[in-house]
């Protein structure tokens, strides 16, 4: 067995990204003998007609499906999806983007246990917002794809919601004029 034969079947049964130190450790070799095994792998990876590839993302090396396959993966594999962290998706995909916090205020805590599991599932960008202490958050193109939208109207048409909630109200109670 080789080095990169090794590497292979820990990327397989690991099932996520490593770094070349997680993957020395369990292979039991050195960091430069990993680098050249992980290299031998990717070159043989792109020279054959194979679904798998191996890929170096940010938090390390993965051994995945290569991307011309995610219409099958969907098709095979569909997401199955609570209802709250449905609801708290199609929140943030009307409001894109939201802050947390006021997604919070808007669906209530159970935002904590959703937003990570959308995180996960490649739905949504979770990021700092420079102008407040929450994050941002928004949906990604794996979002429309999977979802089959090209966009989503703008239901309000980019007024604040406090102002159309203003504007409903003022022409509800205004008198008729005789």
Known sequence: MTTATKIEAILYLKGKPLSLGEIAEYAGCDRATVEEGIMELMDNYAHRDSALEILETPNGYSLQLRSDFHDLVQKLIPVELGLGALRTLA??????PILQTDLIELRGSGVYQHVPELVELGFVRKRRDNDSRSYSLQVTPKFYQYF????????????????QLELNHQTQTREPRG
């Open 148 to 163: 089959q939208i090209e966009n989503l109207p703008q239901i309000l048409e980019q007024q604040p919601p406090e102002e």
């Open 91 to 96: 929140a943030i995909a009307l409001n894109n």
